[in-house]
């Protein structure tokens, strides 16, 4: 008898125990494109936000006085807008207490509606449209800077640095894409280049010969290209095979990543990219190296370019909800948008409209197979 007592009572601790763990779990979500052409970003993204998940449980958290342990709600928008929204409608429903993403800018605005329709905080760490948080939603922010300082940064360097006269514009109708090129554009204009002609393609196409004819007509001394690294890198092949083997090329961070190395297939053209980020180089960011180091052993070759801020991300919200003793989006939310956290990639602390204090921007070239900084 004493024995049947003992199991039953075992079982009610096991019980017991298994209820609070339930009540104990807190799930963040995190969205990105991890099928389709941009699948190298997104499982980059999800990876940094695995990784601050599996750091933040081997530490240990406590919020409100109750340890904690925090669980990844991964979704896939295939950077396709109307997946994005599905998704965020998605995490909505879960009742996940925060959102890292989405990648894109094209997914990233229309799922910050959602969001903000059922108040769930967002931090995007890689979305640089400034609509974004020209919304008034107080529930976004950005981790990174925006395509105004990116666009304009390049511009000032054809200017300044290159010496560039003439430049021909394409983007890929996206909102990442359009809206970096536009800047571009104008702030070229403004400092005297002539922008001798402007095309437009997909974020899916993979044949350019049509656009960089009519664009080697108008013999440009640069070409900026508002898009992702799945089309920049046939672009750089196909610039070679018309002989614009001396013209610069310029991008956002969309192509700043090691995959165009691949992508470009060993076109002398990789060696004319500058390209722009939306924060420091890793050497340069306070915790970059060592994160790297710590990454690359756990992710082997798969790194592009935005997971350290999908890492800071996760930690940001967690703090924030840590500072509050609460997980409920309400309650932290406030704390969150007065929050200064010492990150992997900076000091971070946002602005009223939830844009990043003080971003940095980082311009790179190609240089024998390697992105290295510029500055």
Same mark, same amino acid.
């Given at each position: 008898?004493?024995?049947?007592?003992?199991?039953?009572?075992? !079982? /009610?601790?096991?019980?017991?125990?298994? !209820?609070?763990?339930?009540?104990? +779990?807190?799930?963040?979500?995190? +969205?990105?494109? +991890?099928?389709?052409?941009?699948?190298?970003?997104?499982?980059?993204?999800?990876?940094?936000?695995?990784?601050?998940?599996?750091?933040?449980?081997?530490?240990?958290?406590?919020?409100?006085?109750?340890?904690?342990?925090? &669980?990844?709600? /991964?979704?896939?928008?295939?950077?396709? =807008?109307?997946?994005?929204?599905?998704?965020?409608?998605?995490?909505?429903?879960?009742?996940?207490?925060?959102?890292?993403?989405?990648?894109?800018?094209?997914? *990233?605005?229309?799922?910050?509606?959602?969001?903000?329709?059922?108040?769930?905080?967002?931090?995007? =760490?890689?979305?640089?449209?400034?609509?974004?948080?020209?919304?008034?939603?107080?529930?976004?922010?950005?981790?990174?800077?925006?395509?105004?300082?990116?666009?304009?940064?390049?511009?000032?360097?054809?200017?300044?640095?290159?010496?560039? #006269?003439?430049? !021909?514009?394409?983007?890929?109708?996206?909102?990442?894409?359009?809206?970096?090129? $536009? +800047?571009?554009?104008?702030?070229?204009?403004?400092?005297?280049?002539?922008?001798?002609?402007?095309?437009? *393609?997909?974020?899916?196409?993979?044949?350019?010969?049509?656009?960089?004819?009519?664009?080697?007509?108008?013999?440009?001394?640069?070409?900026?290209?508002?898009?992702?690294?799945?089309?920049?890198?046939?672009?750089?092949?196909?610039?070679?095979?018309?002989?614009?083997?001396?013209?610069?090329?310029?991008?956002?961070?969309?192509?700043?990543?090691?995959?165009?190395? &691949?992508?470009?297939?060993?076109?002398?053209?990789?060696?004319?990219?500058?390209?722009?980020?939306?924060?420091?180089?890793?050497? #340069?960011?306070?915790?970059? @190296?060592?994160?790297?180091?710590?990454?690359?052993?756990?992710? %082997?070759?798969?790194?592009?370019?935005?997971?350290?801020?999908?890492?800071?991300?996760?930690?940001?919200?967690?703090?924030?909800?840590?500072?509050?003793?609460? @997980?409920?989006?309400?309650?932290?939310?406030? #704390?969150?948008?007065?929050?200064?956290?010492?990150?992997? @990639?900076?000091?971070?602390?946002?602005?009223?409209?939830?844009?990043?204090?003080?971003?940095?921007?980082?311009?790179?070239?190609? $240089?024998?197979?390697?992105?290295? %900084?510029?500055?």
């Amino acid at each position: 008898m004493q024995v049947k007592l003992n199991v039953i009572a075992a !079982a /009610a601790v096991a019980l017991i125990a298994g !209820a609070a763990s339930a009540q104990d +779990v807190v799930r963040i979500g995190h +969205v990105g494109p +991890v099928s389709g052409p941009q699948a190298h970003y997104g499982k980059d993204n999800e990876n940094g936000a695995r990784m601050a998940i599996e750091d933040l449980n081997a530490k240990g958290v406590t919020i409100g006085g109750k340890k904690v342990r925090l &669980e990844l709600v /991964a979704e896939d928008d295939a950077a396709d =807008p109307k997946q994005g929204t599905a998704a965020a409608q998605k995490l909505c429903d879960a009742k996940v207490a925060g959102v890292v993403g989405h990648l894109n800018s094209g997914t *990233t605005i229309p799922a910050s509606a959602v969001y903000n329709q059922c108040g769930i905080p967002q931090i995007t =760490p890689s979305a640089t449209n400034p609509k974004y948080s020209q919304q008034g939603f107080k529930n976004a922010f950005r981790l990174l800077a925006n395509d105004n300082a990116l666009g304009a940064g390049l511009a000032l360097h054809a200017v300044n640095n290159l010496k560039l #006269k003439k430049v !021909a514009v394409i983007d890929d109708r996206t909102a990442y894409g359009q809206g970096v090129a $536009e +800047v571009f554009a104008a702030t070229a204009k403004s400092k005297g280049i002539q922008i001798v002609d402007q095309q437009y *393609t997909t974020d899916k196409a993979t044949d350019f010969m049509a656009i960089l004819t009519a664009i080697k007509s108008k013999n440009p001394d640069g070409i900026f290209f508002g898009g992702m690294d799945p089309q920049a890198g046939p672009m750089l092949r196909q610039m070679e095979q018309l002989g614009l083997s001396n013209v610069k090329y310029f991008g956002g961070d969309g192509i700043c990543t090691d995959k165009i190395i &691949e992508l470009s297939g060993g076109a002398k053209t990789l060696g004319n990219v500058v390209c722009a980020e939306g924060g420091s180089s890793l050497a #340069k960011m306070p915790g970059g @190296t060592a994160w790297k180091a710590r990454y690359d052993a756990k992710y %082997p070759k798969q790194f592009q370019v935005y997971s350290p801020y999908v890492y800071d991300a996760v930690h940001v919200l967690v703090q924030a909800m840590v500072d509050a003793g609460s @997980t409920d989006p309400k309650v932290y939310l406030p #704390k969150l948008a007065a929050i200064n956290y010492k990150g992997v @990639t900076a000091n971070i602390s946002f602005e009223k409209d939830g844009e990043l204090k003080n971003p940095a921007m980082t311009l790179y070239k190609y $240089e024998g197979g390697k992105k290295v %900084p510029l500055n």
